[in-house]
């Protein structure tokens, strides 16, 4: 009795702790999910595309060669974009990564260089910081990537959206973002169809934008279904 009596508690209590998530992802994925637009490649897509890059001042971010930025109060950045280089900072590590030879980064803990196997458990987690959190810094800047597919889809409202599809890169290729923007072409948000994301077509604000003294123009808030993502200590030169 006292078994079956115990069983029925650990059930009680998992049923009671996961119940509410799966409700919640129930209520987001009938609400939220939509299967991937398919749009028309060509001119069109590029033209938009171009639109898009003249409105935050293209030339501008092209000619910032150093950008440094905190994600969500996590993750600090010094970004040395014209050497390809970036050292990341979070809890007691500190990462120096050489994007070009990835196998020269250097790691640190408390200060202290460490190598072997947690060297490389430190620079891989480094390198996903850095393309995630780059990303949502600088994605609008990134249309034109090598190994991107631009797309132009016309949305059910009859406006015209740009479907950015990446096919190589980052740490997780394959995925597409369908910029929504205002009428001069400024990003005002994407959809999502990303493969750490199991619902399809979430919507991300891209907002409360930056000129930084370089003058590229760079979003500090991001709002994501009832979540905030900050970036600050924006600064970005030449």
């Not at 600088?138 to 016309?154: E, H, M, W």
Request: aromatic share 14%; charged share 20%.
């Amino acid at each position: 009795m006292k078994t079956k009596k115990l069983i029925k508690i650990i059930l009680g209590v998992v049923i009671f702790l996961t119940l509410p998530n799966l409700l919640f992802f129930g209520f987001v994925y009938f609400k939220y999910h939509e299967d991937l637009p398919v749009g028309i490649q060509g001119e069109q897509a590029d033209a938009l595309a171009y639109k898009m890059l003249e409105s935050l001042n293209h030339e501008a971010y092209k000619n910032t060669n150093y950008l440094e930025w905190t994600f969500k109060k996590r993750h600090h950045f010094e970004w040395q974009k014209d050497k390809n280089t970036c050292v990341v900072y979070w809890k007691e590590y500190k990462v120096e990564l050489d994007l070009n030879t990835i196998s020269n980064s250097k790691t640190y803990v408390h200060g202290f260089r460490v190598q072997d196997d947690q060297e490389t458990e430190l620079i891989e987690t480094a390198l996903n910081y850095f393309n995630n959190d780059s990303f949502w810094l600088v994605a609008p800047y990134k249309v034109f990537d090598p190994g991107t597919i631009r797309s132009l889809v016309t949305t059910k409202q009859g406006e015209e959206a740009l479907l950015v599809t990446y096919t190589s890169g980052g740490s997780t290729p394959g995925d597409s973002y369908l910029w929504q923007l205002k009428p001069n072409g400024k990003p005002k948000g994407f959809r999502m169809w990303v493969d750490i994301l199991p619902i399809g077509g979430l919507e991300a604000s891209w907002s409360n934008w930056t000129t930084t003294e370089s003058g590229a123009q760079l979003p500090t808030f991001h709002k994501m279904l009832l979540f905030g993502m900050e970036i600050d200590n924006i600064i970005g030169r030449n």
